[in-house]
């Protein structure tokens, strides 16, 4: 039988990190997700397995020591909360650019500025529709339990190397502080350095007198070569289109209303789905597992079905609009949300539900 | 089997790591578990709070407006979470301290002397697994073989040596809850 261990989401991240052939964790303190650092200064990976842990002096050069280790084909990754991330988006916006692999977490807290310690989930715009300049995209996991905290940080560098972009795991305070029963996966040992030369022809592994010399850059001041990047780039977002988009259902077959909702959120809606189903109301729940690319295809399938759709989000009204883009009008979609880290319970959901559909 | 759980008291009381022990005891039970605190500018003397949840089948909601049970330590938590407990649940609270005793007719309401218990016992750091006891006499929803296992795992090994005392104070616990209301 699999053994299983209480963990924070936080730690989580950290032991998964260890176990998965990361091999640099670069990061600054800031809460809900300072036990992501913690968890691995007391687990010192780099007796073991060789990964370097590093405090930086700040999130912006947190994020640029990520640009130097994955323009080396290595697996890093790095964690903050909001503000930090913020910090965070000008390396980002490069790394894309550069199409550089590397995971980023956020453990989302209440905005803006320094806002609020408690759990937020208003940085959806800053985590899908850029924070960063330019027309770049990131794929965006959005784990809804411990076990998915761990199982995210594989699937994230899976992604992040299949795509060459950074994936960002977009987690909330809640996510982060929960501690919850997780399984661990088998160990994924580091990649060496002739296994990193091998398969990466991209990375800057030095130069040989029978290699050309490669530079990684997000620079082209040549508008016609720039254009083509950005057409690569676009095309590569298609794909992930395609190939990639993640959610998960729950009672919703027979639903005459859906919530959507992700990470803490569609936890709690779950519990919402039972309450209104106990009443006798088809309500179903639609979990986006990745928020970009978003699951636009599956909303506009089950349209036809539904008399109206909500989003439930700890934000002023953010995935509201991907779900508004989706339904494109056809039946009404409404909107319930805290700010400020207040976080609804199930019952209170569930009232601002039944005030809807009964307008 | 679904158990949602409220504790709650002072910053330094054992609130958080009596509800990881009785999570890692619903682990070794076989149990979905979660277990949420309130985290925030919490220290020792400030309030905490901890939502627990074992269940046999997946949890969903780790934030919850109603309890099974409450388990009460100070006032200002007797105050927020008195009226969160479900109609015929149960309420176990400390007296120590409380200047207002819960009034509520339709829950179940014990007491539990564990500051006086834990003196007693000699290590007022047992304060928390008394509470533990007389929680587990009144619902028990997890075995003692259990209980300790989940102490095993949720304390350092090197305090491994306190298990005993702590199993002790655990039936210290079971002994002396007082039943003071009954529905």
Partial sequence: ?359 | MKEEIIIAGFGGQGVLSMGKILAYSGIMQGQEVTWMPSYGPEMRGGTANVTVILSDKKISSPILSQFDTAIILNQQSMDKFENQVKQGGLLIYDPNGITRHPQRKDITICSIDAVDISAELGNSKAYNMVVLGAYLKKKPIVEMVNVIKGLKKSIPERHHSLIPMNETAIQKGMEKITELHTI
């Fill in chain 1, 1 to 359: 039988m699999a053994e299983f261990i209480l963990m924070k989401g936080n730690e989580a991240i950290a032991i998964s990190a260890i176990r998965n052939g990361c091999d640099g964790y670069f990061g600054y303190p800031i809460t809900p997700q300072s036990e992501v650092m913690e968890t691995l200064m007391v687990e010192r990976p780099w007796e073991t397995t060789g990964m370097v842990v590093l405090q930086a002096e700040s999130e912006t050069s947190s994020i640029n020591m990520l640009y130097g280790g994955a323009s080396c084909g290595k697996k890093v990754m790095t964690s903050s909360s909001s503000p930090g991330l913020s910090l965070m988006c000008e390396g980002l916006s490069y790394l894309a650019g550069a199409e550089l692999p590397c995971v980023v977490v956020n453990v989302v807290r209440g905005g803006p500025g320094l806002g609020t310690i408690q759990p937020g989930q208003g940085d959806y715009f800053q985590a899908c529709k850029g924070g960063g300049h330019g027309d770049y995209k990131m794929v965006v996991l959005a784990p809804n339990s411990a076990q998915e905290m761990y199982d995210f940080v594989d699937l994230g560098f899976d992604l992040a190397f299949k795509y060459l972009t950074p994936v960002m795991i977009l987690a909330d305070g809640v996510v982060g502080q929960m501690m919850e029963k997780v399984e661990l996966r088998p160990v994924k040992p580091r990649w060496s350095d002739e296994e990193i030369k091998k398969s990466f022809k991209w990375a800057t592994t030095g130069k040989t007198p029978d290699r050309e010399q490669n530079v990684l850059t997000s620079l082209a001041l040549d508008a016609a070569v720039h254009e083509r990047l950005n057409h690569k780039l676009q095309s590569k977002y298609k794909q992930m289109e395609t190939e990639d988009v993640r959610f998960e259902s729950y009672m919703c077959e027979d639903a005459d209303h859906i919530i959507v909702a992700y990470g803490c959120m569609a936890r709690i809606c779950e519990n919402t789905v039972e309450l209104a189903r106990n009443e006798g109301i088809k309500l179903g729940l639609l979990r986006p597992i990745t928020l970009y690319p978003f699951p636009t295809t599956e909303i506009q399938r089950m349209v036809p079905q539904l008399k109206t759709i909500m989003s439930v989000e700890l934000s002023a009204g953010q995935m509201v609009e991907d779900v508004r883009l989706a339904v494109n009008g056809k039946i009404p979609v409404n909107f319930f949300g805290r700010l400020g880290g207040i976080v609804p319970s199930p019952h209170e959901v569930y009232e601002a539900f039944k005030k809807e559909i009964n307008k």
